[in-house]
């Protein structure tokens, strides 16, 4: 198996998925090297650097991209499969912001009392150690968490020329700030518009399910993914796999609503993978599925249906897609 590898080198971040040319062009099964900048565009460097003060709004959590595959047409699916995550530098951040988080009146969802106070917490990265250090700010304690570098934000061109910013998720993709998007995983999107115009951005050396604070323990990150594409397979909403599970997505608000494309999706996946009634589908998903969320707190929600591929023998999704990939990552690592 032979296969391309292409740097992007420096790009001018974006800022929102739709609206922008391609910053590159390749063929299916391509290995792109890839650059990203934290979610506050690398401004955040300690403790006193408030985003509200160092960053300019609304140009927050930049992505690198566009990524426009050959042949990609509207109706097809493109596979972005992770090959590696790592934190490009020794240090990382996370904040609460006012108005924004899961535990805090938002301009949604309005309150008498104040908003929680805007704080920032630095973080240690190890990544030799595999480890990224928490500090308390009110008192001294420091614990070291395992690093599981993942990607807050992927996704492509949305339908009908629309242009929405990278903060948001949706059947695009997008920021869905899910921990599952890491090193192993291969991620499907609907194609829109041509070349599909994948981007990524928001990585995250670490994040709990939900992201409740608001952000993940942020970072840059060199990432390598491969690309391919599936001819006339565009999932209505994307869809992750890894070694273990299948994975469907949904990005709304109110929160139950984004729980229930996720599962819906998984249900007629299913239903369509093993030939089963949609019924029998949907009471094998209700028995053997799982729920994660990804995020509680950005303009929509995103949760996730997830079923372990014990559940269903014999099936390959996208003719072992992910499989294939998975070999041409391992093949890669291995030349490097």
């Not at 300690?46 to 509207?74: H, K, M, R, W």
């Not at 309150?111 to 929680?116: F, G, Q, S, T, W």
């Not at 115009?197 to 970072?219: F, L, N, P």
Request: charged fraction near 20%; include cysteine; proline fraction near 7%.
């Amino acid at each position: 198996m032979t296969f391309d590898v292409v740097s992007m080198g420096d790009t001018e971040p974006g800022f929102a998925f739709g609206g922008r040319e391609a910053a590159l062009t390749v063929a299916p099964g391509t290995v792109v090297e890839l650059t990203t900048e934290d979610c506050f565009g690398g401004a955040v460097r300690g403790v006193d650097d408030l985003p509200s003060q160092v960053c300019a709004f609304p140009y927050l959590n930049p992505v690198t991209g566009p990524i426009a595959v050959a042949g990609a047409e509207p109706g097809d699916a493109v596979a972005v499969h992770f090959v590696d995550i790592r934190p490009a530098r020794d240090w990382a951040v996370s904040s609460t912001f006012p108005h924004f988080g899961a535990l805090t009146a938002t301009h949604t969802t309005a309150m008498l009392h104040p908003a929680l106070p805007e704080r920032v917490w630095m973080y240690d990265v190890d990544a030799e150690r595999g480890i990224c250090r928490f500090r308390a700010r009110a008192s001294d304690l420091e614990i070291e968490l395992p690093l599981d570098p993942m990607h807050g934000t992927v996704g492509v061109a949305p339908a009908a020329n629309e242009v929405i910013m990278s903060i948001t998720p949706g059947a695009h993709g997008g920021n869905m700030d899910t921990p599952e998007m890491r090193a192993g995983t291969t991620a499907y999107f609907p194609v829109n518009v041509p070349g599909g115009m994948i981007s990524i951005g928001d990585g995250h050396c670490r994040q709990g399910e939900g992201e409740v604070c608001g952000t993940a323990v942020e970072a840059a990150m060199n990432t390598v993914v491969v690309v391919d594409l599936v001819k006339g397979a565009a999932p209505a909403w994307p869809r992750l796999e890894d070694d273990l599970h299948l994975m469907s997505t949904g990005s709304a608000r109110p929160l139950e609503d984004a729980f229930r494309i996720s599962q819906h999706d998984l249900v007629t996946w299913t239903s369509a993978l093993l030939g089963l009634d949609e019924l029998d589908a949907y009471q094998l998903v209700s028995q053997a599925g799982l729920a994660p969320a990804g995020n509680v707190v950005d303009t929509n929600y995103t949760m996730l249906a997830k079923l372990p591929k014990t559940a269903l023998p014999g099936v390959s999704a996208y003719d072992g897609i992910h499989a294939r990939l998975r070999e041409t990552a391992e093949r890669y690592l291995s030349q490097r």
